[in-house]
């Protein structure tokens, strides 16, 4: 039972373009997302995260939004740079201020042509 | 410099062998999991512990065991009875009750090969 699903394999956008990536998730219990980013051989590091009382954060050139009623977070990268070019990774947690299990989408490979 | 050490970062194993893969941490982090990564099915919980001599099964705990003797410490190993070893292993850490905010640090990785 994939609890969050990151439809999409992989992305390929243009350098100073937009990447958008998607995420859906099914338990209505999460309340807490955050976005990964992660290279080969290395582990994920963070990105960004959003709390479900809110439907938008930003930083710098990443934001993420999240529609509750869909079930449904994305993150837009703008502009796209070659560097951005990993994979990402949709988590989510519920339990508030419980102890924190995250669960992780399969990953979005994001390539960036220069 | 805080941070969290995998070790080693290649490993091979005959089948039918059991191998530990050792992670440490040094941020005072209470929580240590276990991930496991796959091409095409992201990263699953294998264990996770809370607190120092506890731990609990993740979603695919079969054929894998770990201890926390140490809060900096979660050394994962994994048996003969697990039927598909190979894969990438990654060890993370975190303050309890602090998946907000940055969630989780992760170690760099262990890529496992049976031969």
């Known amino acids: 039972d994939q609890q969050v699903k990151q439809n999409s394999p992989s992305l390929s956008v243009q350098e100073g373009r937009i990447s958008i990536l998607n995420c859906d998730y099914t338990n209505s219990m999460f309340d807490y997302f955050l976005w990964y980013k992660k290279y080969p051989a290395e582990g994920p590091t963070f990105l960004i995260s959003?709390?479900?009382?809110?439907d938008k954060n930003e930083d710098g050139r990443f934001t993420v939004f999240l529609n509750k009623s869909a079930k449904h977070l994305s993150l837009h990268i703008v502009p796209s740079q070659p560097g951005d070019s990993a994979v990402y990774f949709c988590a989510a947690v519920a339990g508030g201020t419980s102890y924190g299990k995250l669960t992780f989408g399969q990953g979005t490979i994001l390539t960036v042509h220069p | 410099d805080g941070g969290i050490t995998q070790s080693p970062k290649y490993l091979f194993r005959k089948e039918g062998q059991n191998v530990t893969l050792s992670c440490e941490q040094n941020l005072n982090h209470d929580a240590m999991y276990w991930y496991r990564q796959d091409p095409g099915q992201g990263l699953r919980l294998i264990y996770y512990?809370?607190?120092?001599?506890?731990?609990q099964k993740g979603d695919i705990a079969e054929g894998y065991s770990v201890s926390r003797e140490k809060k900096e410490s979660f050394p994962l190993t994994v048996t003969s009875a697990q039927k598909n070893p190979t894969a990438f292993y990654l060890c993370?850490?975190?303050?309890?009750?602090?998946?907000?905010?940055?969630?989780?640090?992760f170690g760099s990785g262990t890529r496992l090969t049976v031969v």
């Open positions: 993370a850490s975190s303050f309890s009750g602090q998946a907000m905010g940055y969630g989780y640090t």
């Open positions: 512990s809370q607190i120092v001599n506890d731990f």
């Open positions: 959003i709390s479900s009382i809110k």
